[in-house]
């Protein structure tokens, strides 16, 4: 079996043998990302809160960097034009985050879900914001206990839902680690990501977080909800936070895109 030391021993052997160039590019340690990047970062922003139009998108645009806004309609309509012209204007990704935010799922059956949650929402999405065939899902809250039955049969009940009403992928926010290229193409419905600074205003947990993810080439996406002057509870980060994590990952040698971005990409590659 290669192991990362052998495969390392293999490059150096190969270089100093002169053996083809080709057979040593194979083996470099982060292959899959454009441009040699060592990791890919998807920023999102949850909820549909007025403050990411007021506060976030300018530092997006500041940073030169494009995000994956996962919207409710409960929160967003009110200024339903300015999303609209966001994205008639930014070039950012639109996402479904149900109507209402439910975080208890018992009243739902599935079918009801659908009904009252997913589809309204997403006619909302292509109303304002423009159809998307490969529209992105996040789960409220975390939860996927869907309808009947253990823990398992839950999630796989929901994952079929979101399958069957045409999603191509959903995030959870569990603080799990970032996803391998392989783990992202094998279960696209169970993408983990991180809201460190909704716990702790603090630019060292998400930068903490990415460069984990650059150690081995993932995929990092980072969640964020009100991005304010001044946090003054949970699920807030300050703008000050926010525009240091921005700054920082402009610096660095990974590849910011929105989620959908990364998967199609994912899916070209031979992983
Ligand atoms: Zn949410």
Redesign the pocket.
């Known amino acids: 079996m290669l192991t990362r030391r052998s495969i390392s021993a293999g490059l150096t052997a190969a270089v100093l043998s002169g053996a083809p160039l080709a057979a040593a590019r194979v083996r470099a340690p982060f292959p899959i990302w454009p441009n040699g990047a060592r990791a890919a970062v998807s920023l999102t922003y949850?909820?549909g809160l007025d403050s990411q139009l007021d506060n976030a998108t300018g530092a997006l645009d500041a940073a030169g960097l494009k995000a994956t806004f996962?919207i409710?309609r409960d929160n967003a309509e009110a200024r339903a034009e300015d999303w609209a012209n966001l994205a008639k204007t930014s070039g950012h990704e639109f996402g479904n985050?149900t109507v209402t935010?439910p975080c208890d799922l018992r009243p739902y059956t599935a079918a009801s879900f659908a009904r009252r949650e997913l589809l309204p929402m997403e006619a909302w999405l292509d109303d304002h914001v423009g159809r998307n065939p490969k529209r992105l899902f996040?789960y409220?809250?975390s939860v996927t206990d869907l309808g009947p039955g253990d823990a398992n049969r839950q999630l796989a009940r929901y994952e079929a839902l979101l399958k069957t009403t045409g999603f191509r992928g959903a995030r959870t926010?569990d603080e799990d680690d970032p996803n391998s290229p392989r783990y992202a193409r094998a279960d696209p419905y169970r993408l983990r990501a991180s809201a460190t600074t909704s716990d702790k205003d603090d630019p060292a947990l998400p930068i903490a977080y990415v460069q984990d993810a650059m150690k081995r080439g993932d995929w990092a996406i980072l969640v964020f909800?009100d991005i304010l002057e001044r946090r003054t509870g949970l699920g807030e980060t300050s703008i000050a936070t926010h525009d240091a994590v921005l700054r920082w990952l402009a610096s660095q040698p990974v590849w910011c895109a929105p989620m959908g971005q990364v998967l199609d990409h994912i899916a070209g590659q031979p992983v």
């Open positions: 949850d909820d996962f409710t985050h935010h996040a409220p809250c926010c909800h």
